[in-house]
């Protein structure tokens, strides 16, 4: 009897010899994050705007985390002469709705006054007086801490700390500069690491550091210049993702944000991206997304924009990544004006139907995967 049951066994290992192998899936993230950049709500309803969902007004803070939001994004600038939000007084009341829906905190750290961006990284009119790199790291790693201590000191420290927003070509740069100066880069950011590291320190918190990239298609040229110059740890890579702005197609997003993983060895979030759900334009603030921005297979429409967004995620954890971040998808037209026109430039590419009231939108189904 006993060569008998082991003759089987035999039997049926050389059959499964012959089975085909079944690949593995991709491995899901720990956490997947998946939300919003939402700087712009206390602006939209201090100037009346209103959100919508089956004709019922909502709170938009409430109403993302019912969607299944699990993480918000703000950005702070040190001293906007031109705007009374996005500083230090806006952003701790936006925090505190915030933590009240239980959400993770993404901050933003602009160090500048202005929008800064690959195109504009302009030092803060405070910091002016900075003369050489150490000056300027050193007033850095104070601001980064001091907002930090003052945030942990009022209950509002944030999980996650961006240092810089899109530093392709670096941040606080000189006035004239050009190209890339990686010594005085990798200083500042390293002297941000370190601020972030010293508050954890002081207060027992784990609060994660983050370097922003716009494309992915940069960080392939970014992050060896940057170790190479010294870069020293932090936890995450942060891209944006625009397809109007980036050489990456959707459907090869994955490969390429697996060989980033592999060559930083971090985790990675798309903290930027948008799809616009029209192409119409609804007041005289012109949208920043028009037909350049749409990629085949998914119309400016309401069920095109929510695909994208569907897609891109999976893209994203088929490429070994843990987040998404859609930016500002409540920036909607209201009664106010930014420095280039009345309303909203983003009206079109929001969750809200500008031309319905501001009803909610189909895409807030991607929050749910």
């Known amino acids: 009897m006993t060569r008998i049951l082991a003759l089987l066994l035999l039997i049926l290992v050389a059959s499964c010899r012959d089975l085909p192998t079944i690949p593995k899936p991709p491995e899901e993230p720990e956490v997947l994050y998946l939300g919003a950049d939402l700087s712009y709500v206390n602006e939209m309803e201090d100037c009346g705007g209103e959100f919508r969902s089956a004709g019922q007004l909502v ?17 702070l600038w040190h001293s ?20 009240t829906e239980g959400f993770s905190i993404l901050l933003d750290f602009h160090y500048s006054d202005d929008w800064a961006d690959p ?49 392709n070509n670096g941040l606080l740069r000189w006035q004239g500069q050009t190209g890339i100066d990686w010594e005085n880069t990798v200083y500042y950011l390293n002297q941000g690491f370190a601020a972030v590291s010293e508050v954890e320190d002081d207060t027992g918190e784990e609060i994660e550091t983050m370097v922003h990239i716009a494309q992915p298609e940069n960080a392939d040229w970014w992050f060896p210049e940057a170790f190479s110059a010294g870069l020293g740890p932090f936890d995450w890579v942060g891209l944006s993702y625009y397809p109007v702005w980036s050489d990456v197609n959707l459907e090869d997003l994955s490969g390429r944000l697996e060989n980033i993983k592999t060559q930083t060895n971090r985790d990675i979030m798309i903290v930027e991206t948008a ?7 609804v007041d005289n603030a012109n949208n920043i997304l028009g037909s350049n921005a749409l990629v085949q297979g998914y119309p400016a429409t309401p069920e095109g924009q929510k695909a994208f967004l569907v897609d891109l995620v999976e893209e994203v954890v088929s490429g070994k990544a843990s987040g998404v971040i859609y ?11 930014t420095r280039w026109g009345q309303g909203s430039h983003w009206d079109n590419a929001t969750f809200f139907d500008a031309e319905n009231n501001n009803e909610a939108l189909p895409a807030f189904d991607f929050l749910t995967r």
């Open 119 to 167: 195109g504009s990284q302009e030092i803060p009119s405070a910091w002016s007086g900075a003369s050489t790199k150490e000056e300027l790291g050193q007033l850095l790693y104070d601001y980064t801490y001091d907002v930090l201590t003052e945030l942990y000191l009022e209950d509002l420290l944030p999980d996650m700390v961006q240092v810089g927003n899109e530093i």
């Open 327 to 337: 930016w500002e998808p409540a920036w909607i037209s209201t009664g106010c004006s």
């Open 80 to 99: 906007p002469s031109w705007t009374d939000y996005s500083n230090l007084v806006d952003v701790k009341k936006s925090i505190s709705r915030a933590k």
């Open 275 to 281: 799809y616009p759900h029209s192409l119409n334009d």
């Open 59 to 75: 709170d938009p803070i409430e109403f993302f985390r019912d969607k299944g939001t699990n993480i918000v994004r703000f950005r």
